[in-house]
């Protein structure tokens, strides 16, 4: 006899995928309000269905959690002429602590926190506030495309403070230290039954 999955089981293998469940349904050809009825125990599918849901299921866990699924998006940056008070102001209003750096679509560098208040204090009395940031931005974030593995990303937050996403030539996301985090933690608290 194969084993059939209860909706619990079922519950438990999509967060352990890391997916939701709109995403589950789009994976699977169905509507995300079957996975929510199907996960609540309230109906029963064909067999059919189930097979595609844990198909798709299997993939997802195979694959494993692509950086489209965790970055996150839109990406604030600033242009190269633009001035450091822009970027301070920026990354007081977001609460980030880097942005990357523009000249048109193209990244060429980042701007940290770091950097700003190592100018201001090895500066005293110069307005680097009216700066440009190519002045004193660093290097470009690592860069990888939305299909990355986390697992990928993951060893690489282990060097850097973020990893840009990029597809087709333009930045579409971010993945910080605090995203993986947050990724990592909402699947435990989830697998336990925490919200």
């Known amino acids: ?50 097979r595609r849901i844990l198909s798709a299921l299997e ?16 990406v604030i940056t600033v242009q190269i002429d633009d001035t ?17 750096v523009l000249s048109g679509d193209r990244v060429v560098g980042t701007i940290f926190e770091d950097s700003i208040i190592r100018a201001v204090l090895e500066n005293p009395g110069e307005d680097v506030g009216k700066w440009r940031v190519e002045r004193i931005m660093g290097d470009v974030l690592p860069i990888v495309s ?13 060097r850097e403070p973020a990893v840009l996403v990029v ?8 993945v910080t230290k605090s995203d993986l985090i947050a990724h990592k933690l909402l699947i435990t608290y989830s697998e ?3 919200t």
Request: proline content about 6%.
């Open 1 to 50: 006899m194969s084993f059939i999955p209860s909706p619990e089981d079922i519950r438990r293998m999509r967060i352990k995928a890391g997916l939701t469940q709109k995403e589950l349904a789009e994976r699977a050809g169905v509507s995300q309000s079957l996975i929510a009825r199907i996960e609540r125990g309230s109906v029963d599918p064909r067999l059919s269905t189930l």
């Open 59 to 74: 993939e997802a866990m195979r694959g494993g959690v692509k950086v489209k699924d965790v970055m996150h998006s839109p």
């Open 84 to 100: 450091i008070e822009k970027a301070a102001r920026l990354m007081w209003k977001y609460g980030i602590s880097q942005i990357p």
């Open 146 to 158: 939305p299909e990355e593995s986390l697992e990928t990303v993951s060893r690489l937050l282990m």
């Open 167 to 174: 597809s087709k030539g333009k930045v579409i996301g971010i």
């Open 192 to 194: 336990k039954g925490k």
